[in-house]
């Protein structure tokens, strides 16, 4: 056999024909329930992204300066001699995270795109179902980042009060965000192989969240009123949170036909 | 529950894509220990019929048994004894060898993780590399780790899509070592090729497809 | 169902000539006049599209769970007539509105819900056609969650605001209106069944089309 010196000059590519005595047939770790499984699987997937967008801080970048970007252009719509027009905070608000989440959602798919790496954690032995809630959270994480730009900078701006009511406030912009995301996730995932899928997004994603953006919006309104609706934010907030249950069981049971084709 | 088997078996196995057809009435077993070879030219059903293996697409018609388990079935433990490597290579850019290693690793729930990344990155020769990001190596680095990340919880099928495009030399040696290494330890392995000086010696059964069929 | 073509396509017809009459006798409505005799149709339109829009969603869950390629045939043709009397109903309707309220479109319940449900539709038609292979299963996904989503939609528009006629408007018609009514929503709703079946039966010769093909081709 001829002497073989490889590119990175490292002869161990030669030996490589003897596998390593002491690692037989792997053995998986220690064997637990199918609910932590399913729980680290979700972690595994999420840490992944997460750790993936820390290195690159593309996506995390992008989307605040759209986020950005998309406030300032409604600025100039709705602002009529230097006072912003009533109620235009609130949706302007949820527009723009509708808008934002839109955009991020497609380039995080983007990502698995390249080098095909959604096809590998298909094929892994992860639940089918622990792989979207994975990249859902994934996906609400960096929405929160966005949104803890974009709702001081809309507070601000507008000159609209959104820290008064701050629990009931958080609690729309979370169940809203993760009802947005939900479907969001779903259909980004499922386009990742279709064609026009860039343009196919925003067409499937925001009709089918209305619901959203209609409750998000006179939710806010309702706590930016002079004298703030409290049971009507409520109210709306209870909708959402019905909301987001309906559909993430929906996209959980809807995840494996899917995206098997 | 674990999931093994020791045959791989495609009965009358057909798949359309509304007017195409891509695999019509194929039927091939594959036993453990064996290489086989799919040759064929571009378009001829080569992918297709890999990807059916990997559960990634269900037949049209026809079966595919994993020993006396149907993907079906057998659910998510099944995908742990099977290991792919696309053309794609199925590796992130954005993180290191050693990272991406890792990460599959702790999907397939293996144990002694750190020793399995360390010999395997030795394997790929690229212990020396093993924090840098995937984004700055060579095509044939990204091969040598895309093997391994495929190979690294030792599955029981083993399905590959054209591997030696794009070696150099030496690199088609230590991948047919690898594979020879690999048959040893009662794999099944499929590739596909359509280059068949490089599977010389190597195969212990090559099937031919063409439009679809097996010749 | 294929003997049946003809004998109910030829009642509908006869149905469809005789309506104008019975909506001509009919009583004139108090505060509307003549305009309010849209109703008729309109609203016999909005039930059979939320008919063709329940058979898609329900086609569409059979095809993405049961994988039986007859209910993405009916979830297909189902989304085509929603597509289609969706169109009648949203044309209609400002047609009437601006005539008994002076506008030609209110965000109401009702119509928010069913503008948004023709949306989705046609998205879901859209998707059919330009995303590619393998799209079927998604636009079945889309279908699903369209169907879904519609009750959420009226709920929070219905809190919202409202203008439109509540649905309780029918069992509150004049006895002379309720004639004419159910009347024209059978006429509707046996033209869709045909439209549907005829449509069903389309997809159904092109998947054999496809087959012959591929077994003409394929050996």
């Known amino acids: 056999m001829n002497r073989v010196i490889s590119k990175s000059g490292n002869r161990a590519i030669a030996d490589s024909a003897d596998k390593p005595a002491e690692l037989d047939r792997p053995i998986t770790g220690v064997p637990d329930s199918p609910i932590t499984r399913f729980i680290r699987d979700v972690w595994l997937v999420c840490r992944k992204d997460l750790l993936i967008e820390a290195r690159t801080r593309e996506i995390l970048y992008t989307t605040i300066f759209f986020a950005v970007a998309c406030v300032l252009v409604f600025a100039f719509g709705f602002v009529r001699e230097g006072r912003p027009v009533q109620d235009a905070a609130a949706g302007i608000l949820w527009i723009s995270i509708a808008f934002s989440g839109t955009l991020a959602l497609g380039r995080a798919f983007e990502r698995e795109r390249q080098g095909e790496t959604l096809r590998a954690l298909l094929i892994a032995p992860i639940e089918r179902p622990a792989l979207y809630l994975g990249k859902l959270l994934g996906i609400l994480i960096l929405l929160a980042a966005v949104e803890a730009l974009v709702v001081p900078l809309v507070a601000l701006m507008f000159q609209a009060a959104l820290f008064d009511h701050a629990a009931l406030m958080l609690g729309l912009l979370i169940a809203g965000t993760v009802g947005f995301a939900a479907v969001g996730t779903l259909f980004a995932a499922m386009l990742v192989r279709a064609r026009s899928r860039d343009v196919m997004l925003p067409v499937l994603l925001y009709p089918i969240t209305v619901p959203v953006i209609i409750a998000g919006v006179r939710g806010t309104a309702a706590l930016l009123m002079p004298e703030a609706d409290e049971p009507m934010a409520r109210a709306w907030l209870s909708m959402l949170v019905f909301f987001d249950v309906v559909f993430l069981t929906l996209a959980l049971w809807t995840f494996e036909p899917v995206m098997t084709e | 529950m674990i999931v093994d088997f020791e045959q791989l078996q495609f009965v009358e196995v057909t798949r359309t894509f509304g007017r195409r057809r891509a695999l019509n009435r194929v039927s091939l077993t594959a036993n453990a220990g064996t290489i086989t070879a799919l040759l064929g030219h571009n378009g001829a059903g080569k992918s297709t019929l890999l990807s059916i293996a990997a559960t990634l697409l269900e037949p049209t018609a026809g079966s595919i048994r994993y020993g006396d388990h149907e993907a079906r079935t057998a659910g998510s433990a099944l995908r ?136 | 169902m294929k003997k049946l073509f003809v004998p109910i396509t030829v009642l509908a017809a006869l149905m469809f000539a005789y309506a104008p009459f019975m909506i001509l006798n009919a009583p004139y409505e108090s505060t509307m006049g003549l305009v309010q005799k849209i109703f008729y149709f309109h609203a016999a339109c909005g039930m059979a599209m939320f008919a063709a829009a329940f058979v898609s969603g329900i086609g569409s869950a059979a095809f993405l769970f049961g994988r039986k390629p007859s209910a993405d045939r009916m979830a297909v043709a189902g989304a085509e007539l929603t597509s289609i009397i969706g169109l009648i109903v949203l044309v209609t309707g400002p047609l009437w509105a601006r005539k008994a309220w002076g506008v030609w479109w209110q965000w109401d319940a009702r119509l928010t819900s069913t503008l948004v449900m023709w949306m989705i539709f046609n998205a879901y038609l859209l998707l059919r056609r330009y995303g590619g292979p393998g799209s079927d299963r998604l636009a079945a996904a889309v279908a699903l969650f369209g169907m879904a989503n519609v009750p959420f ?16 408007v029918i069992p509150s018609l004049q006895p002379g209106m309720r004639g004419p009514f159910w009347f024209c929503v059978a006429a509707f709703l046996l033209l869709f069944t045909v439209l549907l079946a005829l449509r069903t039966e389309l997809e159904k010769r092109r998947q054999q089309l496809d087959e012959l093909y591929l077994a003409v081709e394929g050996d």
């Open chain 3, 153 to 168: 939609v009226y709920w929070s528009v219905n809190v919202w605001r409202t203008l439109h006629p509540k649905t309780s």
């Open chain 2, 80 to 215: 742990s004894q099977i290991g792919m490597l696309g053309h794609d290579l199925y590796l992130y850019s954005e993180l290191s060898a050693a990272e991406n290693l890792r990460f599959f690793a702790k999907i397939y729930r293996l144990d002694r993780i750190e020793r399995r990344i360390d010999a395997a990155l030795q394997r790929a020769g690229l212990s020396e590399r093993r924090d840098d990001q995937v984004a700055g190596f060579s095509r044939g680095m990204r091969q040598r780790l895309a093997l391994e990340r495929a190979l690294i919880h030792e599955p029981r099928l083993l399905l590959l899509d054209e591997p030696f495009t794009g070696l150099d030399e030496a690199a088609r040696e230590a991948l047919r070592a690898r594979l020879g290494g690999a048959r040893a330890a009662g794999a099944i392995v499929l590739l596909t090729t359509h280059d068949t000086a490089a599977i010389e010696s190597l195969t212990d059964a090559a099937v031919s497809l063409v439009e679809g069929q097996l010749q």
